[in-house]
């Protein structure tokens, strides 16, 4: 595969170079297929098979593109689509900054975190995944909803400034399992990512699920009382809040453009708790990694938040360029955000609830329709959902209705946090607008903060 | 083409699958235009092609894409081949409302084809806008034109067949700043839904002018006002966060896939439930709403929905009274099954796809809110003893079951005793749907209703954007919490 995806970019840069063209090449094939759950059937089985090339044309400062969702054979129609794009240019308008076209000075390929027997899974395969993730548990009352999708992804770049090539290929699967109550409307979630098909464990979808089963079936659920909370996030709401902050937080363009929430002068300054570490860590398959960014800078691990002190921005090719900035290795599709873990034992979800504490704490596993309110202070608001728990300090545990938070992310990752796990996982947080991009953000299994605000208490579900 | 995926419709069909239909995008175009600060930072045009194939088997769908033009029969077969697979696990055997088998085209009104409008003459455009927002207190400035041009070929195996070509124009200018606290604020203007026609027509550049003329001297006000109140007040909503209160806490909420559960995995549920219908008081008697796809001008119009149904005009909430949903063919009759009765006569034409490569589902079209009688802003405001005027949408979350929600606005203006006293900065509002609705005092009169899109609604597994719209009043809501 690898030979006829570069033999045709390197047709296309040949016949951009005689043309004498400026031309940048990124081409992406996904194979993805997507079995979705609802109302305990199959609500939709899909495949698609996609090829996109996207071709950029620079001539000085000016820069123009073209994408296109097409099929490789119609070689003429993308030659013309190539002149096309050299006449956008041509009409373009200068920018006020050199844009980088950028020389590759050796090949690379990378696929290592493709595995053939995850990318290429059955139907059938799927189909018995789940089934033994919610042996049992279903009922005309309790019905299972989820997805399981799965596939492979191949980007490979070229440009006319050399022949040389980067390749990555990967595979992914994101599975959800959802258990909702058709009366009562409660919704319980596990989740699991894979980069390999040995990451699948349908057992330990079936333990979370079966656990929470157990409490909501058995426990009223209620409205909580507004005020502070000991809050204890699960997996996706941390990752959810990362990729927030890896938005709003450490982008060196968006610094420069006035909303970000940390600033030049945060550099080397302890601004979160001593207990958040995160790194950019590319050696982390789980995470479905680019080793060499899209420039061809390699890409080495690479600290952000070292002990709570902020150690640098993330600087793309083209936020570098326009700002004067050095580019950081961060052209890439996605980063790989991972946030080390504490000393907290807890590696499931029976092992926190059993765990002794002091005062009550709400289990937040996941924060629903997070939206920013103020990216310059870092202000988030997002609503529970899927099971949250109000553990208490004499053993018992509630059911309460959803909550909504509105808090800073700097409050929430600085001085208040109280414990995160040692234990750590990759948390999927991939989405399917678009070209398919799988992401994964490698996070603590659960993270403890002191005194949030619950600004909104449902009183139903 | 076209031949062949007839005869390949009617193979798939002859091999047990009880429905079948196959939509080709021969092409869909897209340009995009982002000018920032004077650079053009996003200069670059789109082109899809492809087939969607969806084939029910057994009570279940399966579904398959590619862009291999030279393939289809492939593509058929693993659609066949994915339902063959989903029939392994029914919980209710899908089943589709009937319709008559469409044989049409449909073009959607455009007087200038926008893609024949030369390059530079829309970079000038931008150039006007940039130009105009490039005023003192304004840190950022951005414009964007988005052109999109497709054309859509439906066919299924009841006979129909349906030609599209749709001709959108998106357009916005922001102006961000930050106040003397270094937080940021904006003001935004979409173009809207302008004219009857959406074409290079519609680019109206004397009212691009006089929008950031209005932008930047709202946003200077923003810049060194005090923060919004934290309190209980009468909020009053202009079109431009008006549009996304209907959007969030009425649309997305009578979506009849969300109500029945299809969306639990992701999207989320519904608060409404099949037996809310014809009895549940959604809103004040001062509200009522409608699906209205036969609009002229408008991302929410489209001639015919992705099962091939024609657009409609529907009724949801009259008079504050919930009776209707946003519903395609699978969806009313899997509700009136479950209903025992008749809730929905038919599909109300409302199921999409963004794309080739993607399953229709219940979509919004135009969710319209009819005007009132309660006068234009100016008088809505002097009948209004301590209140809030809210607009532009700068954040919102809404819960899971869109029961309750959290916005955050670009702009408030403070009302005491019927009179505008001040700008207000970070103004938040939030509520419970129902409460918030029944509370709906004033409904603004023809004057104050206007036609706005939704260019980035996401929703389902594979996700999918879709656009639409929304047409609504000023209205004003009683006893709000703001400022948290």
Same mark, same amino acid.
């Given at each position: 595969?690898?030979?006829?995806?570069?033999?045709?970019?390197?047709?296309?840069?040949?016949?951009?170079?005689?043309?004498?063209?400026?031309?940048?090449?990124?081409?992406?094939?996904?194979?993805?297929?997507?079995?979705?759950?609802?109302?305990?059937?199959?609500?939709?089985?899909?495949?698609?098979?996609?090829?996109?090339?996207?071709?950029?044309?620079?001539?000085?400062?000016?820069?123009?593109?073209?994408?296109?969702?097409?099929?490789?054979?119609?070689?003429?129609?993308?030659?013309?689509?190539?002149?096309?794009?050299?006449?956008?240019?041509?009409?373009?308008?200068?920018?006020?900054?050199?844009?980088?076209?950028?020389?590759?000075?050796?090949?690379?390929?990378?696929?290592?975190?493709?595995?053939?027997?995850?990318?290429?899974?059955?139907?059938?395969?799927?189909?018995?995944?789940?089934?033994?993730?919610?042996?049992?548990?279903?009922?005309?009352?309790?019905?299972?909803?989820?997805?399981?999708?799965?596939?492979?992804?191949?980007?490979?770049?070229?440009?006319?400034?050399?022949?040389?090539?980067?390749?990555?290929?990967?595979?992914?699967?994101?599975?959800?399992?959802?258990?909702?109550?058709?009366?009562?409307?409660?919704?319980?979630?596990?989740?699991?990512?894979?980069?390999?098909?040995?990451?699948?464990?349908?057992?330990?979808?079936?333990?979370?699920?079966?656990?929470?089963?157990?409490?909501?079936?058995?426990?009223?659920?209620?409205?909580?009382?507004?005020?502070?909370?000991?809050?204890?996030?699960?997996?996706?709401?941390?990752?959810?809040?990362?990729?927030?902050?890896?938005?709003?937080?450490?982008?060196?363009?968006?610094?420069?453009?006035?909303?970000?929430?940390?600033?030049?002068?945060?550099?080397?300054?302890?601004?979160? %708790?001593?207990?958040?570490? @995160?790194?950019?860590?590319? /050696?982390?398959?789980?995470?479905? =990694? $680019?080793? +060499?960014?899209? #420039?061809?800078?390699?890409?080495?691990?690479?600290?952000?938040?070292?002990?709570?002190?902020?150690?640098?921005?993330?600087?793309?090719?083209?936020?570098?360029?326009?700002?004067?900035?050095?580019?950081?290795?961060?052209?890439?599709?996605?980063?790989?955000?991972?946030?080390?873990?504490?000393?907290?034992?807890?590696?499931?979800?029976?092992?926190?609830?059993?765990?002794?504490?002091?005062?009550?704490?709400?289990?937040?596993?996941?924060?629903?329709?997070?939206?920013?309110?103020?990216?310059?202070?870092?202000?988030?608001?997002?609503? %529970?959902?899927?099971?949250? @728990?109000?553990?208490?300090? /004499?053993?018992?545990?509630?059911? =309460? $209705?959803? +909550?909504?938070? #509105?808090?800073?992310?700097?409050?929430?990752?600085?001085?208040?946090?109280?414990?995160?796990?040692?234990?750590?996982?990759?948390?999927?947080?991939?989405?399917?607008?678009?070209?398919?991009?799988?992401?994964?953000?490698?996070?603590?299994?659960?993270?403890?903060?002191?005194?949030?605000?619950?600004?909104?208490?449902?009183?139903?579900? | 083409?076209?031949?062949?995926?007839?005869?390949?419709?009617?193979?798939?069909?002859?091999?047990?699958?009880?429905?079948?239909?196959?939509?080709?995008?021969?092409?869909?175009?897209?340009?995009?235009?982002?000018?920032?600060?004077?650079?053009?930072?996003?200069?670059?045009?789109?082109?899809?092609?492809?087939?969607?194939?969806?084939?029910?088997?057994?009570?279940?769908?399966?579904?398959?894409?590619?862009?291999?033009?030279?393939?289809?029969?492939?593509?058929?077969?693993?659609?066949?081949?994915?339902?063959?697979?989903?029939?392994?696990?029914?919980?209710?055997?899908?089943?589709?409302?009937?319709?008559?088998?469409?044989?049409?085209?449909?073009?959607?009104?455009?007087?200038?084809?926008?893609?024949?409008?030369?390059?530079?003459?829309?970079?000038?455009?931008?150039?006007?806008?940039?130009?105009?927002?490039?005023?003192?207190?304004?840190?950022?400035?951005?414009?964007?034109?988005?052109?999109?041009?497709?054309?859509?070929?439906?066919?299924?195996?009841?006979?129909?067949?349906?030609?599209?070509?749709?001709?959108?124009?998106?357009?916005?200018?922001?102006?961000?700043?930050?106040?003397?606290?270094?937080?940021?604020?904006?003001?935004?203007?979409?173009?809207?839904?302008?004219?009857?026609?959406?074409?290079?027509?519609?680019?109206?550049?004397?009212?691009?002018?006089?929008?950031?003329?209005?932008?930047?001297?709202?946003?200077?006000?923003?810049?060194?006002?005090?923060?919004?109140?934290?309190?209980?007040?009468?909020?009053?909503?202009?079109?431009?966060?008006?549009?996304?209160?209907?959007?969030?806490?009425?649309?997305?909420?009578?979506?009849?896939?969300?109500?029945?559960?299809?969306?639990?995995?992701?999207?989320?549920?519904?608060?409404?439930?099949?037996?809310?219908?014809?009895?549940?008081?959604?809103?004040?008697?001062?509200?009522?709403?409608?699906?209205?796809?036969?609009?002229?001008?408008?991302?929410?119009?489209?001639?015919?929905?992705?099962?091939?149904?024609?657009?409609?005009?529907?009724?949801?909430?009259?008079?504050?009274?919930?009776?209707?949903?946003?519903?395609?063919?699978?969806?009313?009759?899997?509700?009136?099954?479950?209903?025992?009765?008749?809730?929905?006569?038919?599909?109300?034409?409302?199921?999409?796809?963004?794309?080739?490569?993607?399953?229709?589902?219940?979509?919004?079209?135009?969710?319209?809110?009819?005007?009132?009688?309660?006068?234009?802003?100016?008088?809505?405001?002097?009948?209004?003893?301590?209140?809030?005027?809210?607009?532009?949408?700068?954040?919102?979350?809404?819960?899971?079951?869109?029961?309750?929600?959290?916005?955050?606005?670009?702009?408030?203006?403070?009302?005491?005793?019927?009179?505008?006293?001040?700008?207000?900065?970070?103004?938040?509002?939030?509520?419970?749907?129902?409460?918030?609705?029944?509370?709906?005092?004033?409904?603004?009169?023809?004057?104050?209703?206007?036609?706005?899109?939704?260019?980035?609604?996401?929703?389902?597994?594979?996700?999918?954007?879709?656009?639409?719209?929304?047409?609504?009043?000023?209205?004003?809501?009683?006893?709000?919490?703001?400022?948290?």
């Amino acid at each position: 595969m690898i030979d006829q995806v570069l033999q045709t970019l390197h047709d296309l840069r040949t016949y951009a170079i005689g043309k004498g063209y400026e031309i940048e090449f990124l081409y992406q094939e996904e194979n993805g297929s997507l079995m979705r759950f609802a109302n305990s059937a199959i609500s939709l089985n899909t495949s698609e098979h996609l090829i996109r090339l996207n071709i950029q044309a620079t001539l000085d400062r000016r820069q123009a593109s073209v994408g296109l969702i097409t099929d490789l054979s119609r070689a003429d129609d993308i030659k013309g689509t190539i002149d096309m794009c050299w006449e956008m240019v041509q009409h373009s308008q200068p920018l006020t900054y050199q844009p980088t076209v950028p020389t590759y000075r050796t090949s690379f390929t990378d696929e290592s975190a493709f595995d053939r027997p995850l990318a290429e899974m059955s139907s059938e395969q799927k189909l018995a995944y789940f089934n033994e993730a919610a042996l049992g548990l279903e009922s005309p009352e309790l019905k299972l909803s989820g997805i399981f999708s799965s596939g492979s992804n191949t980007i490979a770049l070229m440009n006319t400034r050399s022949d040389h090539s980067l390749y990555f290929r990967t595979s992914d699967a994101q599975v959800t399992a959802v258990l909702a109550h058709a009366g009562l409307k409660w919704e319980l979630i596990a989740e699991q990512s894979a980069q390999a098909a040995p990451d699948l464990d349908p057992a330990a979808l079936h333990r979370e699920l079966s656990f929470l089963a157990d409490r909501f079936e058995s426990t009223q659920p209620s409205q909580l009382p507004l005020g502070a909370y000991d809050i204890i996030f699960g997996p996706a709401a941390i990752a959810e809040m990362l990729g927030v902050m890896n938005w709003v937080g450490f982008d060196g363009g968006l610094m420069k453009r006035g909303y970000s929430f940390l600033q030049a002068s945060d550099l080397g300054r302890q601004v979160f %708790s001593p207990l958040f570490t @995160l790194i950019d860590d590319p /050696d982390r398959l789980e995470t479905f =990694p $680019f080793r +060499v960014d899209f #420039t061809g800078i390699p890409r080495r691990p690479w600290p952000i938040v070292d002990q709570g002190t902020f150690r640098g921005f993330l600087w793309s090719q083209d936020s570098a360029d326009e700002f004067g900035a050095t580019p950081t290795g961060h052209t890439v599709a996605h980063k790989s955000l991972a946030m080390g873990g504490g000393d907290a034992q807890a590696c499931s979800l029976p092992d926190l609830v059993a765990k002794r504490r002091d005062r009550d704490a709400l289990y937040v596993p996941f924060l629903h329709y997070m939206n920013v309110v103020n990216p310059t202070k870092g202000l988030i608001t997002a609503s %529970s959902r899927f099971g949250a @728990l109000l553990l208490r300090k /004499d053993g018992s545990v509630g059911i =309460p $209705f959803n +909550v909504r938070l #509105t808090q800073s992310l700097l409050d929430i990752f600085g001085g208040r946090v109280e414990w995160l796990t040692q234990t750590t996982l990759p948390y999927n947080t991939t989405h399917s607008y678009g070209a398919r991009n799988p992401v994964a953000i490698i996070v603590p299994r659960y993270m403890q903060v002191h005194g949030l605000e619950v600004s909104h208490s449902n009183p139903s579900f | 083409m076209l031949e062949q995926l007839r005869h390949l419709v009617e193979h798939t069909r002859a091999q047990g699958a009880s429905y079948v239909d196959a939509r080709w995008y021969p092409f869909e175009e897209t340009q995009s235009l982002v000018m920032w600060n004077g650079n053009l930072k996003d200069n670059s045009f789109s082109r899809e092609s492809g087939l969607g194939v969806r084939v029910l088997f057994g009570g279940a769908w399966g579904f398959a894409a590619s862009s291999f033009a030279g393939e289809p029969s492939a593509v058929f077969s693993k659609a066949l081949e994915n339902a063959r697979a989903a029939a392994a696990r029914v919980t209710f055997p899908i089943r589709l409302a009937d319709r008559d088998a469409v044989r049409a085209d449909f073009v959607s009104p455009c007087t200038i084809d926008p893609f024949t409008v030369a390059l530079r003459d829309k970079v000038g455009s931008l150039q006007h806008m940039d130009a105009a927002m490039d005023q003192a207190g304004v840190a950022q400035r951005i414009g964007r034109l988005t052109f999109v041009r497709k054309q859509v070929v439906f066919l299924d195996s009841e006979k129909a067949e349906i030609d599209k070509r749709i001709t959108e124009v998106f357009a916005q200018m922001e102006v961000d700043g930050n106040d003397a606290q270094g937080t940021s604020h904006e003001r935004k203007v979409r173009l809207g839904c302008r004219g009857l026609t959406r074409g290079w027509e519609s680019i109206d550049e004397p009212w691009f002018s006089r929008q950031a003329e209005r932008l930047v001297e709202e946003l200077n006000q923003v810049l060194i006002a005090e923060d919004c109140p934290k309190e209980t007040r009468s909020v009053i909503l202009l079109p431009d966060i008006m549009h996304l209160q209907t959007h969030e806490t009425i649309g997305h909420a009578l979506e009849l896939d969300r109500i029945l559960g299809y969306e639990l995995s992701f999207a989320g549920g519904s608060f409404v439930t099949l037996a809310d219908f014809g009895r549940l008081r959604y809103g004040s008697a001062k509200l009522t709403a409608r699906a209205n796809a036969t609009m002229p001008n408008s991302p929410g119009s489209f001639g015919f929905d992705d099962d091939g149904v024609p657009a409609q005009n529907t009724l949801l909430i009259d008079k504050g009274i919930l009776v209707g949903a946003i519903t395609g063919r699978q969806m009313v009759e899997e509700a009136n099954a479950k209903a025992g009765h008749v809730l929905f006569p038919g599909s109300g034409g409302c199921n999409r796809a963004t794309s080739f490569y993607r399953v229709p589902i219940e979509r919004m079209t135009n969710i319209n809110i009819d005007p009132g009688s309660d006068g234009t802003l100016s008088e809505i405001v002097s009948r209004t003893e301590r209140g809030i005027v809210l607009d532009g949408d700068r954040s919102w979350s809404i819960g899971s079951n869109r029961e309750q929600f959290h916005f955050g606005c670009e702009i408030g203006w403070l009302v005491d005793n019927g009179e505008i006293t001040r700008v207000v900065k970070n103004s938040t509002y939030k509520g419970d749907t129902v409460r918030f609705w029944n509370s709906l005092s004033a409904v603004g009169d023809d004057s104050t209703w206007d036609l706005k899109y939704v260019d980035n609604c996401g929703k389902g597994q594979p996700n999918q954007i879709m656009q639409l719209g929304h047409g609504i009043p000023v209205c004003r809501f009683d006893d709000v919490t703001i400022g948290v």
